[in-house]
Each structure stands twice: as structure tokens, then as C-alpha cells.
């Protein structure tokens, strides 16, 4: 079985990551790529974005474009955009992997409405090593106790990060 899947965010560092590792998986296909209005790279072939050869997929601004045919959409953008592809996935009925951090309480109930309607998988970071180290913390945190420890986060990263704290140091932080 293939799995059709649209990238939100085409352009930027993650999305050309997932474009890449969605070429790298057998059972998965790029059926669409989807840019914000006014972006250089509309137009353009999705996999030569990402350092492939051209697939046929151009980069679009039409999210309803992008998620035409997909099974799932894979999105690491901002609050405001995934809220409105939580909904198009909702009303469409493909699954929303959902990466964006710094969302707003108001943010988390608008995808919370759409995750009635669809599947939703949301987390601030998918990395297999930052889960495992939110168990470890909960559990240091827990045998620690707040009567005796202070717990400080520090987190650093490259100079293009867009939100802070991280959806990283935030789940740490829980």
C-alpha cells in the first residue's frame, strides 16, 4: 500500500526534509507541496527543492490543490497556517501530522475541533530521542520533588529558529 502525502512549507529547511525522506521511503508518494502566496519557489519542482530530481510535483499556493489525492499532510509551518490545514484536512478527511510549535491556546481548540473530523498527530518534536528524554524528565521530576530541586531548561539553536521557547523546552517544561 502507498501512502499519498502533501508537505506543507515546501520550501523551507523541514518541509525540503520531508520531501527527501518521503523519496527515501518505498511506500510513500509526494502528490503535492504547497508554498505561501508570494513565495520564489512556487512553480518550481518539489524534488529538485529538495535535492532530488524533479518528480512532476510543483510547488503550489492552493492548499486544496496540495491536498487533492493525499492520504495524509505533513505540516511544520506557523500557528495561523496549520490551524487553517488542520481544518482543510478535516473537512477534506486526510490525516494531519502536525509539527508546528508555538500555538495558542486558541490555536490548540481550533485543531482540537478539527482532530473530531480526522486523525491528528501533534507533537513539538518527533525526534525518537527527545521523547524518550520527556519520559526520563518526568520521571527525574518526579523523584526529585519540588521542595528540594530547581529545574532550569536551556535550550540553544540555530540563529533561524522562529519560535521560543521550542515545542521542545515547552514539553520538557511539562
Keep these: 500500500m502507498t501512502t499519498r502525502i502533501a508537505v506543507t512549507g515546501a520550501a523551507g529547511r523541514m518541509g525540503r526534509a520531508l520531501i527527501a525522506a518521503i523519496a527515501q521511503h ?3 508518494v509526494l502528490t503535492g507541496a504547497l508554498e505561501r502566496d508570494g513565495s520564489a519557489m512556487l512553480g518550481r519542482d518539489a524534488g529538485l527543492l529538495a535535492g532530488l530530481e524533479a518528480g512532476g510535483v510543483l510547488v503550489t499556493a492552493d492548499a486544496r490543490a496540495a491536498f487533492d489525492g493525499a492520504d ?6 506557523a500557528p495561523a497556517a496549520s490551524c487553517a490545514f488542520a481544518a482543510l484536512a478535516a473537512e477534506t478527511g486526510i490525516a494531519h501530522v502536525l509539527g508546528t510549535t508555538g500555538l495558542s491556546e486558541a490555536d490548540q481548540t481550533a485543531i482540537g475541533a478539527a482532530a473530531q473530523r480526522t486523525a491528528i498527530v501533534q507533537s513539538g518534536n518527533f525526534s525518537l530521542g527527545v521523547i524518550l528524554l520527556a519520559v526520563l524528565a518526568e ?3 518526579a523523584a526529585l520533588g519540588p521542595a528540594d530541586w530547581d ?3 536551556v535550550e540553544m539553536h540555530h540563529r ?8 521542545t523546552a515547552l ?3 511539562e
Excluded: N, Q
Design 139 to 141: 520521571k527525574a521530576a
Design 171 to 173: 514539553r520538557m517544561g
Design 160 to 167: 533561524h529558529k522562529v519560535d521560543a521557547p521550542s515545542g
Design 26 to 28: 518505498p511506500s510513500a
Design 72 to 77: 495524509a499532510v505533513l505540516d511544520f509551518t
Design 151 to 153: 529545574i532550569e531548561i
